[in-house]
């Protein structure tokens, strides 16, 4: 789940003309954006791989004047080996039958409250959130917010997506700290991209508590 919070920033690049399929694809082969995967590494190489998300969707023609649909297509493209591991599942909360098809494999119910973001049970408000079957839902309120935000979610969703569908949670649901640990997952993956912190990842980073490293390592 991705829960609320601002965020600010924004792409510099345009989408005009109906070349643009052609276009963007070429520059995926080009800018070998479909080999990106998780990376790591010292203080040097964290400089330049700060804020690497934004360059990576300017690089692939995704910026403010795309539609929230149009950015959910190009991202699995960009990031196709990670989509290829989740459920392949993904949608708004406005497209036709998405939240009783999502709530058809979880046992909590969704509302979307009046700003447009969703509400699973009791829960906080969130721009995102995904089920136990790794199907990934996104708010209303996405279409019209910044696309960086919603390529930030994109991927903090699909991490758990995948942890889902992988295995990763049905080995480890017994832990205590299970919940908090799949989310500091998701929150510190898409920090690795941005280099910006989200608060809700050293909150959950707290309340998970010691946590061996193989447990923070990724597959992808």
């Given amino acids: ?58 690089d692939s023609g995704v910026n ?33 039958g998405a939240i009783a098809e999502w709530e058809s494999n979880d046992s909590q119910k969704i509302s979307v409250n009046n700003n447009g973001n969703l509400v699973a049970g009791a829960g906080n408000p969130a721009w995102g959130i995904t089920n136990s079957k790794g199907q990934m839902i996104y708010a209303i309120s996405l279409h019209t917010g910044p696309i960086n935000r919603f390529a930030e979610v994109f991927l903090h969703e699909l991490v758990h997506s995948i942890d889902y569908v992988t295995g990763f949670y049905k080995t480890f649901w017994r832990l205590p700290n299970i919940t908090a640990l799949m989310e500091y997952r998701a ?34």
């Avoid at 149009?70 to 497209?95: N, T, Y």
């Fill in 64 to 96: 403010n004047d795309c539609t929230t649909k149009q950015a959910l297509e190009i991202l699995q493209i960009v990031f196709k080996d990670m989509w290829s591991l989740g459920s392949g599942w993904a949608k708004f909360a406005d497209e036709a």
């Fill in 187 to 220: 929150y510190k993956y898409v920090y690795d991209w941005t280099g910006i912190k989200d608060p809700n990842q050293d909150n959950f980073k707290v309340e998970m508590g010691y946590t061996p490293k193989f447990l923070l390592n990724y597959s992808f």
């Fill in 1 to 58: 789940m991705f829960v609320m919070k601002s965020l600010s920033g924004g792409i510099s690049s345009t989408i005009a003309g109906e070349n643009f399929w052609d276009g963007f694809r070429q520059g995926v082969i080009t800018s070998g954006l479909n080999h990106l995967g998780h990376l790591g590494g010292n203080t040097v190489i964290k400089k330049v791989l700060q804020n690497r998300l934004e360059k990576t969707l300017g």
